[in-house]
């Protein structure tokens, strides 16, 4: 059971509504009346930013089911609030709840270009793709102010380097003159996340992020750019999004997306009961409807994080779905996969003085 909302604070487009304490906590703190309080003037409750500096900036990592080694996130936490967001029980790690602290108090990592220069420039450092994105979103809207991902973009521009990225933030178009021009190389690809084309639906469950109109725009955008854009049909949500699959994918193609991929929602850790409290409040008719189906892709329970079950799911409910996005995906003409980026061209930029090569 989730603890009540803190009531001297007004809550605006935020995802959760309360603060339970993370998994690594000690105790719990549950706000309780004892008929003594002096009523106060409730005040909106806003987004806290915090930098730090980290050692390094390119995160590693050997999963067999992720099609990525390394990754650069600029921002822990993501002021998007999506309710369902599996990023959510990274906050525990800081001490802080994955509920409201998650997108309210963000830290940010205005070093990372100055990082990633230096970490690229190791002997015996070998390229490959490095996904952005991968845990919160780049593109958040605090990233309008800081612009930390244009930095990290020249960096790689300039060290021939390739990238991917996984967004829904409409912030990404103000960086995309770096993109393309990084496309134009083959050493680019951006993936837009679309969970629903029901507007009232986003509001709800992505309160801060684009509407999905702006998120088709912006697959237009880039794909008018030269840019290869995936549409990512994710998280697929049984009841509420599972019958807009073939939707979305026309929608996505006819704006110019050329690949797709889709998850079945996942719930970790904390995430679970602060989407059951969301599916409470907003959709209490349909809550024990999605969870009776999440739980029949998830052998009964509300998540299986085993390799090869996580980002699929089990059982006939997950088949079938897989099987409708397949069979949509072929009958709009999708590209099976995604395009190889190169990464034979990778070389420190040339510095001042330096002789250029005659050939």
């Known amino acids: 059971m989730l603890p009540p909302r ?61 099609g990525f080694d390394r990754s650069i996130n600029p921002y822990r936490g993501c002021e998007h609030g999506c309710i369902y967001c599996y990023a959510r029980p990274s906050h525990a790690w800081l001490g802080l709840s994955p509920g409201a602290d998650f997108e309210t108090k963000i830290t940010a990592k205005p070093g990372a270009a100055a990082l990633l220069t230096r970490e690229l420039g190791r002997r015996g450092y070998k390229p490959a793709p490095i996904a952005l994105g991968t845990n919160t979103d780049p593109y958040q809207p605090v990233e309008a102010r800081l612009a930390i991902m244009p930095g990290i973009l020249r960096v790689l521009r300039d060290w021939n380097h390739p990238a991917t990225l996984v967004t829904r933030g409409s912030i990404v178009l103000r960086d995309l003159d770096l993109w393309a021009e990084m496309a134009a190389r083959d050493q680019a690809m951006i993936g837009v996340s679309i969970t629903t084309l029901d507007a009232d639906l986003a509001r709800a469950m992505e309160p801060r992020a684009p509407s999905p109109v702006t998120r088709l725009r912006m697959i237009r955008d880039l794909a008018r750019a030269g840019i290869p854009v995936r549409v990512m049909v994710a998280p697929v949500i049984p009841v509420l999004t599972e019958p807009e699959i073939e939707r979305i994918l026309q929608a996505a193609h006819e704006a110019g997306a050329t690949t797709a991929s889709m998850i079945p929602l996942r719930l970790p850790h904390e995430v679970a009961p602060l989407f059951r409290d969301w599916l409470d409040r907003h959709r209490p008719g349909m809550a024990a409807h999605v969870m009776n189906r999440v739980q029949a892709m998830r052998g009964g329970r509300d998540n299986d994080p085993r390799f090869g079950h996580r980002f699929k799911g089990e059982g006939i409910e997950a088949q079938l779905a897989q099987q409708r996005f397949r069979l949509a995906r072929k009958r709009l003409g999708y590209r099976e996969g995604s395009p190889a980026l190169d990464c034979s061209r990778f070389a420190p930029p040339p510095k001042a003085g330096d002789q250029l090569s005659l050939f």
């Open 6 to 66: 803190n009531p001297d604070q007004r809550l605006k487009a935020r995802g959760s509504d309360t603060r339970p304490s993370g998994r690594f906590e000690a105790l719990s703190h549950i706000r309780c009346s004892d008929g003594w309080d002096i009523p106060e003037d409730q005040a909106l409750l806003r987004t806290e930013v915090t930098t730090e500096q980290p050692r390094s900036i390119i995160t590693r990592n050997s999963s067999p089911d992720i």
